[in-house]
């Protein structure tokens, strides 16, 4: 049933929209954020306490205003947080005592990087240190990222913060699954201030590549060098955080980087394929800083976007791609744009190397191979590695005779999802994880109906509220 609150939420979005600006209102307001009326109070739902307390101290005067000339009347604003993931009170929450408060140490947006002692004025504008994989090709650019409604929001904090260079909100984590453009994102990021802030030093690099550069130091005695490398950085961007998991030494030394990069100033952008707060071991003071500023999803494109992002590719290559291939190769590959990408460029090698038209048979022929192992591409393997990564259990501990809740759980779990996903038979599955018999599979699939069903039941894992929680995050990093 629609809830009537939000009846008036059209004339509320037009009204903000007409106070505080269209690029503004997309990034505060758009995807996420409803806007309602409820008794005296005008009702903001926002996805997190970031958003909460950002809309809080920017825009509520002008909510109030849009509030009065829609409703009539004088409304207070409430706001109404969605996002079950945010800390709780007491758990992993920004430390008032850390440090000033943000804006007080970030800088205005419009001002150049001021020079420091390590970024002399006169120093020859540096090229981005950037990861070594990528050297030689150009970097993504944020306007060649296809936004969708399940990317939009993340698509425009980046470029925010790539104008404002962290003075908005710092830092900025954007996370999602494999093949989404986290990490053109970045790039983007990268690419927009070498181009607007020349002077800007910007270190763009992977977690594994801070990690080994990390252990490295320490063995050749270097590690002066190794943190006047990132510590002298103006912006700061680690793409796949979540390498970082369960290394504690190096995590204490990239929490010792960010808390000297974000006290003078410099701003941080991390990527990272789960939530801050579901990586595995991360110590709760990363964790923290962390959360410290703007978190945003990326999610896997719905179809018209995926539509949107073939069109856009194939443009940029100089081809008119015909709706009908857009629509089948958008229907039929689903997991990731990386995957998308794959199947466009096997299409139109086919039509040059063949001559032919490109059109839908040309399509179908050049993918069937593609698409039959596609849906087959999950393996009982790739289960047994989501399951282990995501409860942080041995990789060979499903197949073992542990019968204790810790292992028997994530077990169940990974035989459902084996049926769910791999089309594998119910003895294939028993005899894989640990030579069990068929109807053990099936209890097991029963049972985690059952929980699914059960809303109200806890998760088996600390930081998920519910059983559709975890399945959700096993699924992510399944690419499914
Ligand atoms: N919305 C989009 N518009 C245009 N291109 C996209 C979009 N999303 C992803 N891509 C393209 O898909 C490919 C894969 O993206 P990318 O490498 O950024 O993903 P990722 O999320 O970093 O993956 P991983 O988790 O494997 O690190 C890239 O070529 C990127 O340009």
Same mark, same amino acid.
């Given at each position: 049933?629609?809830?009537?609150?939000?009846?008036?939420?059209?004339?509320?979005?037009?009204?903000?929209a007409?106070?505080?600006?269209?690029?503004?209102?997309?990034?505060?307001?758009?995807?996420?954020?409803?806007?309602?009326?409820?008794?005296?109070?005008?009702?903001?739902g926002v996805?997190?306490?970031?958003?909460?307390d950002?809309?809080?101290?920017?825009?509520?005067?002008?909510?109030?205003?849009?509030?009065?000339?829609?409703a009539?009347?004088?409304?207070?604003?409430?706001?109404?947080?969605?996002?079950?993931?945010?800390?709780?009170?007491?758990?992993?929450?920004?430390?008032?005592?850390?440090?000033?408060?943000?804006?007080?140490?970030?800088?205005?947006?419009?001002?150049?990087?001021?020079?420091?002692?390590?970024?002399?004025?006169?120093?020859?504008?540096?090229?981005?240190?950037r990861?070594?994989?990528?050297?030689?090709?150009p970097?993504?650019?944020?306007?060649?990222?296809?936004?969708?409604?399940?990317?939009?929001?993340?698509?425009?904090?980046?470029?925010?913060?790539?104008?404002?260079?962290?003075?908005?909100?710092?830092?900025?984590?954007?996370?999602?699954?494999?093949?989404?453009?986290?990490?053109?994102?970045?790039?983007?990021?990268?690419?927009?201030?070498?181009?607007?802030?020349?002077?800007?030093?910007?270190?763009h690099?992977?977690?594994?590549?801070?990690?080994?550069?990390?252990?490295?130091?320490?063995?050749?005695?270097?590690?002066?060098?190794?943190?006047?490398?990132?510590?002298?950085?103006?912006?700061?961007?680690?793409?796949? @955080?979540?390498?970082?998991?369960?290394? +504690? /030494?190096?995590?204490?030394? &990239?929490?010792?980087?960010? $808390? =000297? #990069?974000? *006290?003078?100033?410099?701003?941080?952008?991390?990527?990272s394929?789960?939530?801050?707060?579901?990586?595995?071991?991360?110590?709760?003071e990363?964790?923290?800083?962390?959360?410290?500023?703007m978190?945003?999803?990326?999610?896997?494109?719905?179809?018209?976007?995926?539509?949107?992002?073939?069109?856009?590719?194939?443009?940029?290559?100089?081809?008119?791609?015909?709706?009908?291939?857009?629509?089948?190769?958008?229907?039929?590959?689903r997991?990731?744009?990386?995957?998308l990408e794959?199947?466009?460029?096997?299409?139109?090698?086919?039509?040059?190397?063949?001559?032919?038209?490109?059109?839908?048979?040309?399509?179908?022929?050049s993918?069937?191979?593609?698409?039959?192992?596609?849906?087959?591409? @999950?393996?009982?393997?790739?289960?047994? +590695? /989501?399951?282990?990564?995501? &409860?942080?259990?041995?990789? $060979? =501990? #499903?197949? *073992?005779?542990?019968?204790?809740?810790?292992?028997?759980?994530?077990r169940?779990?990974?035989?459902?999802?084996?049926?769910?996903?791999?089309?594998?038979?119910?003895?294939?599955?028993?005899?894989?994880?640990g030579?069990?018999?068929?109807?053990?599979?099936?209890?097991?699939?029963?049972?985690?109906?059952?929980?699914?069903?059960?809303?109200a039941?806890?998760?088996?894992?600390?930081?998920?509220?519910t059983?559709?929680?975890?399945?959700?995050?096993?699924?992510r990093?399944?690419?499914?």
């Open positions: 049933m629609a809830d009537r609150r939000f009846e008036l939420e059209p004339a509320l979005r037009a009204a903000v007409e106070r505080v600006g269209e690029s503004r209102f997309g990034l505060w307001f758009g995807d996420g954020v409803r806007l309602g009326v409820d008794g005296d109070a005008l009702t903001v996805p997190n306490r970031f958003f909460r950002w809309i809080r101290g920017k825009y509520v005067s002008d909510l109030e205003a849009a509030g009065s000339s829609v009539g009347r004088r409304l207070r604003v409430d706001f109404e947080i969605a996002d079950e993931l945010e800390p709780g009170v007491g758990e992993v929450a920004p430390a008032p005592s850390e440090g000033p408060p943000p804006d007080d140490r970030r800088r205005s947006p419009a001002l150049p990087i001021p020079s420091s002692p390590s970024t002399p004025a006169d120093r020859p504008a540096p090229p981005v240190d990861p070594r994989a990528r050297r030689g090709r970097l993504r650019r944020l306007d060649e990222f296809v936004p969708g409604p399940g990317s939009r929001l993340a698509l425009a904090a980046c470029a925010e913060m790539a104008d404002a260079l962290g003075s908005g909100f710092n830092p900025l984590v954007v996370h999602g699954g494999i093949g989404l453009g986290k990490t053109h994102l970045l790039e983007g990021i990268a690419e927009r201030i070498s181009r607007t802030h020349p002077g800007a030093r910007v270190v690099q992977t977690a594994e590549a801070f990690t080994n550069g990390f252990l490295e130091a320490m063995r050749s005695a270097s590690l002066n060098a190794f943190r006047s490398r990132y510590r002298t950085a103006d912006v700061l961007i680690i793409d796949d @955080v979540h390498f970082l998991a369960a290394k +504690r /030494a190096t995590q204490d030394e &990239f929490q010792h980087t960010f $808390d =000297a #990069l974000v *006290s003078s100033g410099s701003a941080v952008v991390l990527a394929d789960q939530h801050p707060r579901l990586i595995p071991r991360l110590t709760d990363l964790a923290t800083r962390l959360l410290g500023g978190v945003v999803k990326l999610e896997a494109p719905d179809p018209a976007t995926r539509r949107a992002i073939l069109k856009a590719k194939a443009a940029a290559r100089g081809v008119t791609l015909p709706d009908a291939v857009a629509e089948y190769i958008a229907e039929h590959l997991a990731s744009v990386r995957e794959g199947a466009l460029n096997s299409v139109l090698a086919h039509a040059s190397l063949t001559g032919k038209r490109l059109d839908l048979a040309l399509a179908r022929a993918l069937r191979d593609t698409i039959r192992h596609t849906a087959q591409a @999950v393996a009982l393997k790739d289960i047994e +590695r /989501a399951v282990c990564s995501t &409860f942080d259990l041995a990789p $060979d =501990a #499903l197949k *073992s005779d542990s019968r204790s809740r810790a292992v028997t759980h994530p169940m779990l990974a035989m459902f999802l084996a049926r769910k996903h791999t089309g594998a038979a119910y003895s294939e599955i028993g005899r894989y994880f030579g069990r018999n068929h109807s053990t599979v099936i209890s097991a699939e029963k049972k985690v109906r059952s929980w699914l069903e059960d809303e039941r806890q998760s088996l894992l600390a930081g998920f509220e059983m559709a929680d975890v399945l959700a995050a096993v699924e990093s399944l690419g499914t």
